[in-house]
């Protein structure tokens, strides 16, 4: 019997930054496949959290089952499930096991996010429809 789950990672893939993360996070095995999901992409997932009031410009979301995670308890939960083999993976595990530690560290990489953004003159995903002023 297979008990491996599958997680489901919603980001935005026009970002750099988050592209690489997402696609360098190594989930244990025996926990379950994480796929990638581009937040910039109609679907059920993306309903489900406009549908909850999450604007996914200010976090990711990481489903594990029925359980959704947004932005630093997204990245936290991602640090206790993932391996630890290579440099990458040890250092995301080191960082973001601290529940406390996500959340200080998580709105500065989301600034930073930002920032490349604009550099990059990308724009935001607005999934919630919010004004003009609330864009870059």
Not at 21 to 35: F, N, Q, T
Not at 56 to 61: E, N, P, T
């Amino acid at each position: 019997m297979n008990n491996t789950k599958q997680l489901v990672l919603v980001y935005d893939k026009e970002c750099p930054a988050c592209d690489n993360y997402c696609r360098l996070v190594r989930i244990r095995a025996d926990i379950g496949e994480l796929v990638l999901w581009d937040a910039r992409e109609p679907g059920p997932i993306m309903d489900e959290i406009t549908a909850l009031g999450w604007d996914i410009d200010q976090g990711m979301v990481l489903k594990l089952e029925q359980q959704l995670y947004y932005g630093s308890d997204a990245i936290h939960m991602l640090s206790l499930l993932s391996s630890r083999s290579g440099v990458f993976n040890r250092l995301n595990y080191w960082l973001f096991k601290s529940k406390r530690l996500s959340h200080w560290l998580y709105p500065l990489l989301r600034s930073l996010r930002n920032l490349l953004l604009k550099i990059l003159g990308k724009t935001k995903i607005n999934n919630l429809g919010l004004s003009n002023n609330h864009r870059f």
